[in-house]
C-alpha cells in the first residue's frame, strides 16, 4: 500500500496560481500512474489529471485543460500539478491517487480505478 500526502493548497485570489504537491514514503512512485481528482462538497470525485509512471503520456479533463499541468520527479519521490488561472467555481477539495497500471506508460482519470489515496489538500479560491 502505498502512503500519499498532498500539500502546497491554500487561500487564493482569483486567476492566481498554486503548485500541488503528491509525496509518498516508503516506497518508491516510479512504478505508478499518478491521478489528480478534486471534489466539490455534495459531488462526487473528478478526475482531472494523470501521468504514466515513465512521466511521458498525461491527460486533463476538459475542465483544466490548458490551466492546471501535472508533472513529476522521480528523484524526489513526487507529482506536482501546477494550477493556473483559478477559479472560485474550482471545487476546493484536491486528491492525489496511485496505481500501477499494466504498462509503465498508462494513467488514466477514473477514481474508482485507483488504489491508494491522500487525505487530500484544500484549495479555497476568492472571487
Known amino acids: 500500500q502505498v502512503q500519499l500526502v498532498e500539500s502546497g493548497g491554500g487561500f487564493v485570489q482569483s486567476g492566481r496560481s498554486l503548485n500541488l504537491s503528491c509525496a509518498a514514503s516508503?516506497?518508491?512512485?516510479?512504478?505508478?500512474?499518478i491521478g489528480w481528482f478534486r471534489q466539490a462538497p455534495g459531488k462526487e470525485r473528478e478526475g482531472i489529471a494523470c501521468?504514466?509512471?515513465?512521466?511521458?503520456?498525461?491527460q486533463y479533463a476538459d475542465s483544466v485543460k490548458g490551466r492546471f499541468t501535472i508533472f513529476r520527479d522521480n528523484t524526489k519521490n513526487a507529482v506536482y500539478l501546477q494550477l493556473n488561472s483559478l477559479r472560485p467555481a474550482d471545487p476546493p477539495d484536491y486528491y492525489c491517487a496511485a496505481r500501477t497500471w499494466y504498462s509503465y506508460s498508462v494513467c488514466g482519470i477514473f477514481a474508482q480505478a485507483m488504489h491508494d489515496w491522500g487525505k487530500g489538500t484544500l484549495v479555497t479560491v476568492s472571487s
Open positions: 516508503g516506497v518508491s512512485l516510479d512504478m505508478y500512474g
Open positions: 501521468i504514466s509512471a515513465t512521466g511521458g503520456p498525461t
